[in-house]
T-cell receptor
Framework: SQQGEEDPQALSIQEGENATMNCSYKTSINNLQWYRQNSGRGLVHLILIRSNEREKHSGRLRVTLDTSKKSSSLLITASRAADTASYFCATVTNFGNEKLTFGTGTRLTIIP | KAGVTQTPRYLIKTRGQQVTLSCSPISGHRSVSWYQQTPGQGLQFLFEYFSETQRNKGNFPGRFSGRQFSNSRSEMNVSTLELGDSALYLC????????????FGQGTRLTVV
């Protein structure tokens, strides 16, 4: 079963614009991670944010976490054609069952 | 440092057959997890191994099994294949179980006909 739901399911923007994707989850978490997947290949880890953190940055990526709303957002600034991919959030719960539970993903298309 | 290696990359099997997929984690990583990805169900957790012990198992039938060897390499086996087992099977390794980032292989694309 999915822990997270991502919104929107698909997003198309012009190159250079910012892209924002949202993730909502159901249960308390230890941490939340974002991954990128290009065309049905392996996933690439982007960023990890722990439950006691509210915001993290990595290059053009900014992730926020609101544990009271059980939601997270991923912002990609100044998008590039190479950012075209599917983006997934994944949660790790607090219950000693430390598996990654993935959301449904957002398909991002950057239009050159 | 070499990444996570999954073999084979592509596989076509007939219903009723069995299949074994292999995963070699990043050197020094002791945790290996397996995921199934399908268009309908998305990414579903199969199982996780750490130091040769299965720590977690997802909601899959007993036809799906796995193991981890002393060198941390892992295999998963699916017996009595069904059409619905057609999927991309992804392996991920990490230094510790999932509270750190996971590194994924390119996956094995299994097609059951």
């Amino acid at each position: 079963s999915q822990q997270g739901e991502e919104d929107p399911q698909a997003l198309s923007i012009q190159e250079g614009e910012n892209a924002t994707m949202n993730c909502s989850y159901k249960t308390s978490i230890n941490n939340l991670q974002w991954y990128r997947q290009n065309s049905g290949r392996g996933l690439v880890h982007l960023i990890l944010i722990r439950s006691n953190e509210r915001e993290k940055h990595s290059g053009r990526l900014r992730v926020t976490l609101d544990t009271s709303k059980k939601s997270s957002s991923l912002l990609i600034t100044a998008s590039r054609a190479a950012d075209t991919a599917s983006y997934f959030c994944a949660t790790v719960t607090n219950f000693g069952n430390e598996k990654l539970t993935f959301g449904t993903g957002t398909r991002l298309t950057i239009i050159p | 440092k070499a990444g996570v290696t999954q073999t084979p990359r592509y596989l076509i099997k007939t219903r009723g057959q069995q299949v074994t997929l292999s995963c070699s984690p990043i050197s020094g990583h002791r945790s290996v997890s397996w995921y199934q990805q399908t268009p309908g169900q998305g990414l579903q957790f199969l199982f996780e191994y750490f130091s040769e012990t299965q720590r977690n198992k997802g909601n899959f039938p007993g036809r799906f099994s796995g193991r981890q060897f002393s060198n941390s390499r892992s295999e998963m086996n699916v017996s009595t294949l069904e059409l619905g087992d057609s999927a991309l099977y992804l392996c991920a390794s990490s230094q510790q179980p999932s509270n750190t980032e996971a590194f994924f292989g390119q996956g094995t694309r299994l097609t059951v006909v």
